[in-house]
């Protein structure tokens, strides 16, 4: 079972569920968890990384099986899906797929709703798997070097790609490299139709210099909430901005 962590218990209502992105661990909510005291928390580790290292997955629909066990597992009937990059990903496809009875809002940041295209698609699978043989096969830090120059982390200085790289060489190369073949973008399916038919609130979160993700939701025209002085990874570059966002779209939620 995918290890998790439990916060603020004895609250009740709904609990708030947390999935982070690709290298990172369910330790990145911690300042999220304490800035939201008034919510259970359920911070979760994704299958290869955490202490869920040695678990695997091996597509999006797996993951909503490990996610729906762990949930019943904690007694969790109630909750809204918090998921950044990989964790919005799989978040999306876990509310449009597996529709939880439970599931009460989604909160997407840096998700990608999927690709449209085949050719699309075969350029991502080439370009995922070329970086994970990368990560089979080369230095952690030299292959977390080169990560931390795509496009998407243009916005970040020097010093904080050289934080990242500290905090994610830690990381399991190999159980990486699974992971991020299991759930390539290419293998996602394109979730803008399910994403418009869902009943529940969700909402698109996306920091202000996310040039990517902020055109991916005025493509697809979703309700988006801009998080200030941050880029893709809004929730670590500005989580009191984050923290003031989610706590406007949970008091909407009724």
Same mark, same amino acid.
């Given at each position: 079972?995918?290890a998790?962590y439990?916060h603020?218990?004895?609250?009740?209502?709904p609990?708030?569920?947390?999935?982070?992105?690709?290298?990172g661990?369910?330790d990145?909510?911690?300042p999220m968890?304490?800035?939201? =005291?008034?919510?259970? #928390?359920?911070? *979760?580790?994704?299958p290869?990384?955490?202490l869920?290292q $040695?678990? %695997?997955?091996?597509?999006?629909?797996?993951?909503?099986e490990?996610?729906v066990?762990?949930l019943?597992?904690?007694?969790?009937q109630h909750y809204?899906?918090i998921?950044y990059?990989l964790?919005?990903r799989l978040?999306?496809h876990?509310a449009?797929?597996?529709? =939880?009875?439970g599931? #009460?809002?989604? *909160?997407?940041e840096?998700g990608?709703?999927?690709?449209? $295209?085949? %050719?699309?698609?075969e350029?991502?699978?080439t370009?995922?798997?070329?970086?994970?043989?990368?990560f089979?096969?080369?230095?952690?830090?030299q292959v977390l070097?080169?990560?931390?120059?795509?496009p998407?982390?243009a916005?970040?200085t020097?010093s904080q790609?050289q934080?990242?790289?500290l905090?994610r060489?830690?990381?399991?190369?190999?159980?990486?490299?699974?992971?991020?073949e %299991?759930t390539?973008?290419s293998?996602?399916p394109?979730?803008?139709d399910?994403l418009y038919?869902l009943?529940?609130?969700?909402r698109?979160?996306?920091?202000?210099?996310?040039?990517?993700?902020?055109s991916?939701?005025?493509?697809?025209?979703l309700?988006i909430?801009?998080?200030?002085?941050?880029?893709?990874?809004?929730?670590?570059?500005?989580?009191?901005?984050y923290?003031?966002?989610?706590?406007?779209?949970?008091?909407?939620c009724?």
């Amino acid at each position: 079972m995918l290890a998790a962590y439990r916060h603020n218990e004895h609250h009740s209502g709904p609990w708030l569920v947390w999935l982070h992105g690709l290298l990172g661990s369910a330790d990145e909510w911690l300042p999220m968890v304490e800035l939201c =005291p008034n919510f259970p #928390s359920l911070r *979760v580790d994704l299958p290869g990384h955490g202490l869920s290292q $040695s678990i %695997s997955c091996q597509s999006f629909a797996d993951f909503d099986e490990q996610l729906v066990q762990l949930l019943q597992h904690h007694g969790i009937q109630h909750y809204y899906l918090i998921g950044y990059s990989l964790g919005a990903r799989l978040a999306m496809h876990t509310a449009c797929y597996r529709q =939880p009875a439970g599931l #009460s809002g989604l *909160v997407i940041e840096g998700g990608n709703v999927g690709l449209n $295209s085949s %050719s699309e698609r075969e350029s991502r699978y080439t370009n995922d798997h070329h970086w994970a043989q990368r990560f089979r096969h080369e230095p952690i830090c030299q292959v977390l070097n080169d990560w931390y120059q795509q496009p998407v982390f243009a916005h970040l200085t020097a010093s904080q790609r050289q934080q990242l790289i500290l905090l994610r060489q830690h990381n399991n190369p190999l159980a990486v490299a699974d992971m991020l073949e %299991s759930t390539s973008l290419s293998k996602q399916p394109f979730l803008v139709d399910k994403l418009y038919q869902l009943t529940m609130p969700s909402r698109y979160f996306c920091g202000e210099q996310d040039q990517k993700f902020r055109s991916v939701s005025q493509q697809y025209a979703l309700p988006i909430t801009l998080i200030n002085n941050a880029g893709h990874n809004a929730h670590r570059e500005n989580p009191y901005g984050y923290a003031t966002a989610l706590h406007h779209f949970l008091s909407h939620c009724g």
